[in-house]
Nanobody
Framework: QVQLEESGGGSAETGGSLRLSCVASNLTYSRYCMGWFRQAPGKEREGVASIDSAGTITYADSVKGRFTISQDNVRTIQYLLMNSLKFDDTAIYYC???????????????????WGQGTQVTVSS
C-alpha cells in the first residue's frame, strides 16, 4: 500500500518562503510521477507541479518562477520549495503519485491515484 505524508506547512508572510516535504512509503520513484496539488476554500483542487524520474518537470502557470519541485530518489522524499509567496497561495497542499511518467503540459488531479492527507499553508500580509 502506497503511503504519502506531507509536512512543512505553516504560516508565512507575503514574499516569504516555505518548503514542503512528502515522504513516500512502498513506492519506487522510477515508476511514478509525483505531484503537488492545492485546494483553497471553496475552490477545486488544482495542480501545482509534478516531477518524474525521467526529468520531466511541469509547473502551473501561477507558480512558475516561484516554486521548485524536487525529489530525493534514494530516500523517496519529494519537496516543494515555495518562494515569493502570495496571499493566493493559501491552501491545503497535497502530494500525490501516479503510476507512469508525468504529463509535460499540465498537472491534473484526475491523473493521480495515491494522495497524502495534506498540509495547510497560510500566507498573510
Amino acid at each position: 500500500q502506497v503511503q504519502l505524508e506531507e509536512s512543512g506547512g505553516g504560516s508565512a508572510e507575503t514574499g516569504g518562503s516555505l518548503r514542503l516535504s512528502c515522504v513516500a512509503s512502498n513506492l519506487t520513484y522510477s515508476r511514478y510521477c509525483m505531484g503537488w496539488f492545492r485546494q483553497a476554500p471553496g475552490k477545486e483542487r488544482e495542480g501545482v507541479a509534478s516531477i518524474d524520474s525521467a526529468g520531466t518537470i511541469t509547473y502551473a502557470d501561477s507558480v512558475k518562477g516561484r516554486f521548485t519541485i524536487s525529489q530525493d530518489n534514494v530516500r523517496t522524499i519529494q519537496y516543494l520549495l515555495m518562494n515569493s509567496l502570495k496571499f493566493d497561495d493559501t491552501a491545503i497542499y497535497y502530494c500525490a503519485a501516479a503510476l507512469g511518467t508525468c504529463n509535460s503540459a499540465y498537472v491534473s488531479p484526475r491523473d493521480f491515484y495515491y494522495w497524502g492527507q495534506g498540509t495547510q499553508v497560510t500566507v498573510s500580509s
